[in-house]
């Protein structure tokens, strides 16, 4: 089946840029999101990216992507305390059944001032 | 402000006793899902719904959990009997679906359950 990992834990400093990783084993992953959240919430969708992309930016998140390896990236420019959350990477397929995603363990980004 | 809406947001119970956690899903999306979050496992999805039609529950427990749903409103999922290995953090999340392509999928808050 389906495996998304993710690293468990980063650490940056406020104004730094962080890059959260993930690898997925799908071939035929079609989407691929990044989701976050936040303490006592739910998921936000932060960004997603097509499988015949290899990159999207939206103001300061970077997503790559390297379909070859199956990796998927996250960059956050200029990080702030606010975006000390788990972010969560996802795959989903086209497939009859109707693309559920499947996520990452999720990464803790702690953003120190 | 569409979104999605999950109650109870906290509950604690003893073991063995019956637990109901309802959802709203947006108005207008066809797909619902229910997955389970806690620090062992992480997400995990327990069933999901299309039109009201259950696509898949492979990942519940089908000797203890029931998902439903009763109308396009409301989305339930039912525990009986809880046990403490279910205390988890219970997530409802909708989406419009086709069956071809992505998008978002929106989650409400979650439902907190404790199960002493």
């Known amino acids: 089946g389906e495996d998304v990992e993710q690293s468990l834990f980063l650490s940056v400093r406020e104004g730094d840029s962080s890059v959260i990783n993930c690898t997925y084993t799908d071939s035929s992953s079609t989407y691929l999101y990044w989701y976050k959240q936040e303490p006592g919430a739910g998921l936000q969708l932060l960004t997603y990216?097509?499988?015949?992309?290899d990159m999207k930016q939206d103001q300061r998140l970077t997503v790559l992507l390297n379909k070859k390896d199956k990796h998927l990236s996250l960059r956050i420019a200029d990080t702030q305390t606010g975006d000390s959350a788990i972010y969560f990477c996802?795959?989903?397929?086209?497939?009859?059944?109707?693309?559920?995603?499947?996520f990452g363990g999720g990464t803790r980004l702690m953003v120190k001032p | 402000d569409a979104r999605v809406t999950q109650t109870p947001r906290h509950k604690v119970t003893e073991m063995g006793q019956e637990v109901t956690m309802r959802c709203q899903p947006i108005?207008?999306?066809?797909?619902v899902f229910w997955y389970r979050q806690t620090m062992m496992q992480g997400l995990e999805l327990l069933a999901y719904f299309r039109n009201r039609a259950p696509l898949d529950d492979s990942g519940m427990p089908k000797d203890r959990f029931s998902a439903e749903m009763p109308d396009a409103t409301l989305a339930t999922l039912k525990i009986q009997p809880s046990e403490p290995r279910d205390s988890a953090v219970y997530f409802c999340a909708s989406a419009f679906r086709t069956g071809v392509g992505g998008g978002e999928l929106f989650f409400g808050e979650g439902s907190r359950l404790t199960v002493l």
């Open positions: 108005l207008g999306h066809n797909t």
């Open positions: 990216i097509f499988s015949n992309m």
């Open positions: 996802a795959e989903s397929t086209n497939n009859n059944a109707g693309n559920m995603l499947t």
